[in-house]
């Protein structure tokens, strides 16, 4: 059963920053493009950002372009998501996901993590 574990949530003060990790098995990472999504209370799922297998591409909503950076390494079975300028809009549950399929819609993503909560305080 491939899992995908993330970790590094909690409470974080507005301006600053966190990591984010998630752990996948080998298999995932040798092959799947791997990206971040999501869920604040009372809204739908929204995708954050996604890089390629080989980490030659990466994509970013625009609400977090410039401030968020996805990256990962294969050899850690790891997949980062660098969080910073925190706004209080930043605050959800993070998710992350992996897809055979380059893309940001959540319905190319067959794997998904369990979730690890980012609030940000003001």
């Known amino acids: 059963q491939r899992q995908l574990v993330e970790s590094g949530g909690g409470l974080v003060p507005a301006g600053g920053s966190r990591r984010l990790s998630c752990t996948a098995d080998?298999?995932?990472?040798?092959?799947?493009?791997m990206a971040w999504f999501r869920q604040a209370p009372g809204q739908e799922r929204e995708f954050v950002a996604v890089?390629?297998?080989?980490?030659?591409?990466?994509n970013y909503a625009s609400s977090v372009k410039g401030r968020f950076t996805i990256s990962r390494d294969n050899a850690q079975n790891t997949v980062y998501l660098q969080i910073g300028s925190l706004k209080s809009e930043d605050t959800a549950v993070y998710y992350c996901?992996?897809?055979?399929?380059?893309?940001?819609?959540?319905?190319?993503?067959?794997?998904w993590g369990q979730g690890t909560q980012v609030t940000v305080s003001s």
């Open positions: 996901a992996a897809a055979l399929s380059y893309g940001s819609r959540s319905e190319l993503f067959g794997y």
């Open positions: 080998r298999l995932i990472l040798s092959t799947y493009h």
């Open positions: 890089i390629g297998r080989n980490a030659g591409r990466t």
